[in-house]
């Protein structure tokens, strides 16, 4: 957890040597001669000033209306949350240099060209910062501002950090275009060291989280699952069906042996698109996927399907939703499953993904799961903790049902879901590599198979499962 220290250990802020001038304007009650007393911004700049982090100019003026630039900003962020790595600035840089990466580091921005570093950022710049700097989501309630709905923006405004202004005209705005000036910026240092930004908020690795209130709240207890002599999870609470998950990479599946060894259902990659931050982006088809529909359906398993989604935008996520889409018409009558956006975050600052606002990526997923639905399909989509609490807004896809992904005995999620993979190394007849196990707590409707339900024989293997099209090449 980043540590917020005394004002007395920062380093001084904007500091200029005071002048007979200041001194003299400190005699009448205030330490600069233009910042009187009843100003707004009075008690933060002297409750700085008095400890020593804030001075003025050499003609005794504060000048509060002055920008601030990304060089003054970066020192004054990572000072107010007690970073002490700063590394020593080598001949002929900018002073400001060794900011930068620390800035970085702390997530304050994504990427940074320090021949910025004497421009001014806007008030939407240091607000990022500022809510990136105290381990802030950018997942937030409704905005209080008719001109910004950054998620970021309206976090810091429900913390008290950052206001904006309640204007004649009854409407409050944040101006988030307008540069950041000396006296916004230090009343917003000063709040970042001295309120409690965390009072009723969850920790969750590097983050901070609200519970969301419209979100229900898990259902499942610890005593509710346990192992049986296979290795696997079994639920007292109620019902729920085994079920696996699989991509073209677990190559050929004798998908009979799969049905006889107590598995319920399938849920089948169509396709994916590529996530690295250097590469195309391409949507992908899985050219497994009609022969593991084909031979699941015939081995009289349910189904469902999913596609591995790396949306950044929402026309992205529409294309991804209608090849998935396109790909389960012939198996309609079929699916008895949801069919899934599987949205992941893979490849960390090298991932397309890398920076994205968890507003865009959850626009993306709720787009896709509703192509999903008016196309007559049960929608669905998958996350794990990480995407789940700080990628996705959950308040916003609650029509929408969740299956959960994390690899335990118990399932962790403060949030309750409908479908858990709990193993990527489940070991299932008729497949020569672990795969994804999955636990389904919802009856679907037409499903063909319930729970601790097995042929009570081995079925004669079929010579070839049957045909719902031709067989055609599919493009890699």
């Not at 004497?118 to 500022?130: E, G, H, I, K």
């Not at 084909?294 to 999913?306: F, K």
Request: aromatic residues 14%; charged residues 20%.
């Amino acid at each position: 957890m980043k540590k917020r220290i005394a004002v007395l250990l920062l380093a001084a802020f904007l500091a200029v040597t005071l002048s007979p001038a200041a001194m003299a304007a400190e005699d009448r009650g205030s330490p600069f001669a233009d910042l009187p007393m009843d100003h707004w911004s009075f008690p933060y700049v002297y409750d700085l000033y008095s400890e020593g982090v804030v001075g003025g100019y050499p003609d005794g003026t504060f000048q509060r209306q002055n920008n601030v630039t990304w060089g003054e900003t970066f020192k004054l962020i990572l000072g107010a949350i007690g970073e002490e790595e700063i590394p020593e600035r080598e001949l002929g840089q900018h002073w400001a240099f060794p900011y930068v990466q620390p800035a970085i580091s702390n997530r304050l921005l994504y990427s940074f060209d320090d021949a910025y570093l004497d421009a001014c950022p806007t008030r939407l710049d240091v607000a990022r910062m500022t809510a990136r700097a105290l381990d802030l989501t950018d997942i937030s309630g409704e905005s209080p501002y008719e001109d910004c709905d950054d998620g970021y923006v309206v976090e810091l405004y429900e913390k008290g950090i950052m206001d904006g202004t309640l204007e004649g005209d009854g409407v409050r705005r944040f101006h988030p275009d307008q540069l950041i000036t000396r006296e916004e910026i230090a009343a917003v240092v000063w709040r970042m060291m001295n309120v409690d930004v965390t009072a009723g908020m969850l920790r969750y690795n590097n983050y901070w989280l609200d519970v969301l209130d419209t979100v229900p709240l898990t259902t499942f207890t610890g005593e509710q699952f346990s192992r049986d002599d296979k290795g696997r999870l079994v639920y007292s609470g109620g019902y729920f069906t085994r079920g696996i998950d699989v991509s073209g990479h677990k190559g050929e599946i004798d998908w009979q042996a799969v049905a006889y060894d107590g598995i319920d259902f399938a849920i089948i990659r169509a396709g994916n698109r590529l996530y690295g931050r250097d590469g195309s982006g391409a949507l992908c088809e899985d050219s497994w996927f009609d022969t593991y529909m084909q031979g699941a359906i015939a081995a009289g398993l349910d189904v469902g399907a999913y596609l591995f989604s790396n949306a950044i935008t929402v026309e992205e996520a529409l294309e991804e939703a209608d090849l998935l889409i396109s790909k389960l018409e012939p198996y309609r009558e079929h699916i008895t499953y949801p069919v899934v956006c599987d949205w992941e975050y893979l490849g960390g600052s090298q991932s397309r993904a890398y920076g994205v606002d968890a507003k865009v990526i959850t626009e993306c997923v709720a787009a896709f799961c509703q192509r999903v639905q008016e196309a007559g399909y049960q929608p669905m989509f998958y996350f794990n903790e990480y995407c789940g609490y700080v990628k996705f807004d959950l308040s916003k896809l609650t029509q929408y049902q969740f299956w959960f992904a994390e690899y335990a005995d118990v399932p962790a999620s403060m949030y309750n879901f409908q479908m858990w993979q709990y193993s990527s190394e489940g070991k299932v007849a008729g497949i020569s590599s672990d795969v994804d196990m999955d636990l389904c707590f919802v009856p679907y409707p037409n499903v063909t198979r319930w729970p601790g339900v097995t042929p009570e024989t081995p079925p004669e293997p079929s010579p070839e499962p049957t045909s719902y099209l031709p067989m055609e090449p599919l493009a890699p």
